[in-house]
């Protein structure tokens, strides 16, 4: 379209013409029809040019890219703008000084998977308009989030937003990378950088400090004293040395970079660093320092937002001015803000402390330290805050330094409550050990007392009392044991809807009418191997637990007409594990039991507590503390995993709990192994000669009698030494050898070994109350047979026969063949 000065012009000069055409011919008629020929004219001309449209030198001028460049120019965020072709139209500083003049994206300098995802980014982008990435990690190891968006009057350009992602807890040290991007991006605000150690001598510097310290941006700092880079005038204004009195004064500003891991190092506990910050005040001598310290702060606050580390600043009577993502991130504070003091945020104990710090460093010689405090969102673990005074900055007078540790807290939480568990199954599993050998000798010794009495004696109901406790308390330690891990499990391969099946009838009877039981299983679950037995205590354990939390919340959840009790089954892939982000959870496949309940939820400080034996919220008297924790025992025992969370509504609040138990899919055969034909004693009548060998008094004898009633020799010996020297005797020509495993001195594999040095072939038969797995997979002794304690008179007679009708076959076939 002609510009409109042109229109104009033309349109001026038709009425003047019309006025001479007027005045010559004296004929107003003749003038209008010439205004209007004239008219229509000028019209033609602008409707053609708006039918041709824009020419080459058109109205839409070609960008300005310049102009463009300076719009985006963004601290903290690299930004670069490609076209079709993907080809570099323009970039600012902060993507230059990142990834170089020369990497235009997607091809940008990462490994192939990284460069895989930003290529899939921008046909994303492209096809859809706008795509993202969350984290790529690029080839110097820094994580970038990625957002390409397509723009331009024919969409023929990507906008590429970059941001760098700051690094949390112990890595926020080495984010802060003074000698690349970040540095620089410092740099061109007028800060320069340096971390030293306590003593002052100097870590790392920015190319930056160096070009003003030494006159090289390269050289090499590092050993030596930060102090005699700088020098100070009569009215104590820091400047660098190199530049004398003709430099600009800088502000000084000691942040202690607040490292538990830093902290306690081979040089010892006080080998603290700290970033040094000289901010430019970008004035002489003789100007005043108002404007230095106006500029010194928003220079300061600028970079604050971008630091790794949390910061925040007050005034000096101790309030706060600007606190930083990272901050509010530590101490909780995400999207609610600040509160007016610094004390606001820990604990009543602690308040007084942090109050003294903060004025005294915010009042006094500007000094730098760190006090440990608790916070209001984690009173139990303490933390360091760093504090220091800073001056000519305006208002601000006190630093506030506090690292996110919160990924630190949580694995050391994790770390100590694994830590805690082991202990304490290592624990149990000793005391149950000990105890079944207790337990042995009282069954076998009320056995023994009621082959001596008949149904309607005066002890006999006494006795069965006595039997029946001790069975009671041998189920005990069994929960011990599969708590701790080394119970005895007979796995097989299973399908887990085949288990639910089989025990969801005594589920239903134990729920009653008033809880709904649902069960939903998922297609194509792969097979999983446990024992059936044990698993199906698992789910009951976790079904009875759910009963007793609606009930104990005082029957159903509100809102749901009854209580419920869902089970469900699903099948989870590897790729799936992996966008769990699970720490615990190796990737593999899944094959996963999901137990859920409407009782209202797990209390949080309840949660770190769940799976401990002995715990439990029930009254005294009406619960053990061993469910969960034996079903934890079984499940980790199975190579599985059980975690437990609440399930929460529309609102956040918990309305019932959630158990997930993860079963490896098995791959493969199961390890065929011979089975042992159970008979009674009766059915063995050649007799036999055993060699029993058992460390305690009471479980020797019980064994020796029994075996003594079923028919055989029995030769006792009281440790593995004996035992050894009665094989060695060669008086007696023993069947078997029966002995225990854990024996003071020589113990019972040590022992065996020696026997089947002499003879090979001789059947063994173990005795102990730790898991049978547990023992073949550290004993590794061929051939060896297994009974658990504590055990009956008939139970192990009738094994002593068991194992010498399988040696008497094998010598048969072996003779035969």
Known sequence: MPPASLLAGLGGGVVASAAVLWFATGSGIVALAFVLAAGVLLGGVVLLDR??????????????WSVTVAAIERAGEAIAITDRANRMVCAN??????????????????????????????????????????????????????????????DDHLIWRLKPLARSGGESLQALDLAGPFGRMLSRAGIESAITTADGVIRAVSAGFAERAAGDERASLVGQDFVSFLRSDERDRIFFA??????????????????????????????????????????????GWDGASQA?????????????????????????????????????????????????????????????????????????????????????????????????????????????????????????????????????????????????????????????????????????????????????????????????????????????????????????????????????????????QQLEQVIMNLAVNARDAIQGNGGPARGNGQGRISLFTRSLQAKQVMQLGSEVLPAADYTVLIVQDTGGGIPPHVLPKLFEPFFTTKEQG??????????????????????????????????GARFTVYFPVHRGEVPKRRPVQEIVSSDWSAGGKVLLVEDEDM??????????????????????????AAILEGTTAFDVVVSDVVMPGMDGPAMVRAIRARLPNIPVLFMSGYAEEQLRRDIDIPDMHFIAKPFSVASIGDKVGAVLREARAEQGAGAGS
Request: hydrophobic share 40%; with cysteine.
């Open 51 to 64: 039918v041709r449209g824009p020419s080459e030198e058109g109205s839409l001028a070609a960008p300005d």
């Open 93 to 154: 500083l902060f993507f230059l000084d990142s990834f170089g003049a020369n990497a235009a994206p997607p091809a940008l300098p990462m490994e192939r998977a990284g460069l895989e995802a930003v290529t899939l980014l921008a046909r994303n982008a492209w096809r859809d308009g706008s795509a993202a990435l969350e984290e790529v990690e690029a080839s110097d190891e820094t994580r970038w989030q990625i957002i390409a968006t397509r723009a331009g009057r024919g």
């Open 242 to 287: 190199r530049e004398g009195r003709g430099g600009t004064p800088q502000t000084l500003v000691d942040v202690p970079l607040v490292n538990p891991e830093e902290r306690v190092t081979a040089a010892g506990p006080d080998e603290a660093t700290s970033l040094m910050l000289l901010i430019d005040s970008g004035v002489g001598i003789g100007s």
């Open 296 to 532: 010194g702060v928003a220079q300061l606050d600028a970079l604050l937002a971008q630091l790794p580390l949390g910061l925040a600043m007050t005034d000096r009577d101790g309030r706060f001015l600007f606190a930083n993502e990272a901050f509010l991130r530590s101490v909780g504070r995400e999207g609610r803000g600040l509160p007016a003091f610094p004390t606001d945020l820990v604990t009543r104990e602690d308040k007084a402390a942090l109050s003294d710090a903060v004025r005294r460093h915010g009042r006094g010689p500007a000094t730098s330290g760190d006090v440990a405090v608790r916070l209001t969102n984690s009173p139990e673990e303490p933390v360091s805050l760093g504090l220091a005074g800073v001056r000519g900055l305006g208002e601000a007078a006190v630093l506030l330094s506090l690292a996110d540790t919160s990924q630190e807290n949580q694995l050391r939480r994790q770390v100590a409550q694994a830590t805690k568990m082991q202990a304490v199954g290592q624990l149990a599993g000793g005391v149950a050990h000990d105890f079944n050998n207790v337990l042995t000798a009282i069954i076998g010794t009320c056995d023994l007392m009621l082959l001596r009495h008949i149904p309607g004696d005066s002890d006999y109901d006494d006795i069965q009392q006595i039997r029946a406790n001790s069975n009671r308390a041998a189920s005990l330690t069994r929960q011990l044991l599969a708590f701790s891990r080394q119970q005895t499990l007979r796995p097989e391969i299973i399908q887990l809807p085949d288990v639910v099946s089989e025990v969801s009838p005594l589920i239903k009877r134990l729920l009653g009418e008033k809880i709904a039981y649902y069960v939903q299983h998922d297609r194509n679950l792969g097979p999983v191997r446990a024992d059936p």
């Open 622 to 655: 009406k619960g053990t503390g061993l469910g969960l924790s034996t079903a934890y025992g079984i499940v980790k025992q199975s190579g599985g995993f059980i975690f437990a969370d609440n399930i929460t509504d529309k609102g956040g609040h918990p309305v």
């Open 699 to 724: 479980v020797r004898t019980v064994a020796e009698r029994a075996l003594t009633r079923a028919g055989y020799e029995v030769t006792p010996c009281a440790n593995g030494e004996e035992g050894l």
